[in-house]
């Protein structure tokens, strides 16, 4: 087991497009399981591999509220194939830390994606679930939600950030 470190926007390298996984072996397995640490350790609904530099379509949720069971879930290689409606929600990001702002998303998803062992599920979903999972897999296409606040807000995150990671 071990913690990965995170990336901090704007770091470039948040907005490059992640690569179909191919291989279900034990490698991945491994990988999931650090990924489920540092998303457990850094109290998070969700994390990307983008998250933390590596460049394949992976990311992992657990949308359990505090004192509920855990409902960790892994998807791989995930599709969107429908999305309907529109629904307006807070969101923050673990690369964005201390930045709350609204963002619009589709408020019904079909979601097709493989697990672990590299079954294939389709599913719909609404409501968190539905705009954790946008915001994911937003991540895998190099997409970060700050993109989509106007470029005033975008500028003052960046200065926000710089603040807080200045060495
Ligand atoms: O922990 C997280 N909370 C959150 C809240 C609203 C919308 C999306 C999220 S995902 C975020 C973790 C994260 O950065 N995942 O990429
Ligand atoms: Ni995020």
């Given at each position: 087991?071990?913690?990965?470190?995170i990336?901090h926007?704007?770091?470039?390298?948040l907005?490059q497009?992640?690569?179909?996984?191919?291989?279900?072996?034990?490698e991945?397995?491994?990988?999931?399981?650090?990924?489920?640490?540092?998303m457990?350790?850094?109290?998070?609904?969700?994390?990307?591999?983008?998250q933390?530099?590596?460049?394949?379509?992976?990311?992992?949720?657990?949308?359990?509220?505090?004192?509920?069971?855990?409902?960790?879930?892994?998807?791989?290689?995930?599709?969107?194939?429908d999305?309907?409606?529109?629904?307006?929600?807070?969101?923050?990001?673990?690369?964005v830390?201390?930045v709350?702002?609204?963002?619009?998303?589709?408020?019904?998803?079909?979601?097709?994606?493989?697990?672990?062992?590299?079954?294939?599920?389709?599913i719909?979903?609404?409501g968190?679930?539905a705009?954790?999972?946008?915001?994911?897999?937003?991540?895998?296409?190099?997409?970060?939600?700050?993109?989509?606040?106007?470029?005033?807000?975008?500028?003052?995150?960046?200065?926000k950030?710089?603040?807080?990671?200045?060495?």
């Open positions: 087991m071990a913690l990965l470190e990336l926007y704007p770091d470039e390298r907005h497009r992640a690569k179909p996984v191919t291989e279900f072996n034990d991945l397995r491994q990988f999931i399981e650090n990924m489920k640490e540092t457990y350790e850094s109290n998070g609904i969700g994390l990307a591999a983008t933390v530099n590596v460049q394949k379509r992976i990311f992992v949720t657990d949308l359990a509220k505090e004192n509920e069971a855990s409902m960790f879930t892994v998807y791989i290689n995930p599709i969107i194939s999305k309907i409606g529109e629904i307006k929600g807070e969101e923050g990001c673990l690369s830390p201390g709350f702002e609204t963002v619009t998303r589709a408020e019904k998803i079909t979601l097709q994606y493989h697990d672990e062992k590299g079954n294939l599920h389709t719909t979903c609404d968190l679930k705009i954790c999972i946008q915001h994911e897999n937003d991540h895998l296409d190099g997409k970060v939600f700050v993109d989509y606040l106007s470029g005033l807000k975008q500028n003052f995150i960046k200065k950030m710089k603040k807080l990671f200045k060495k």
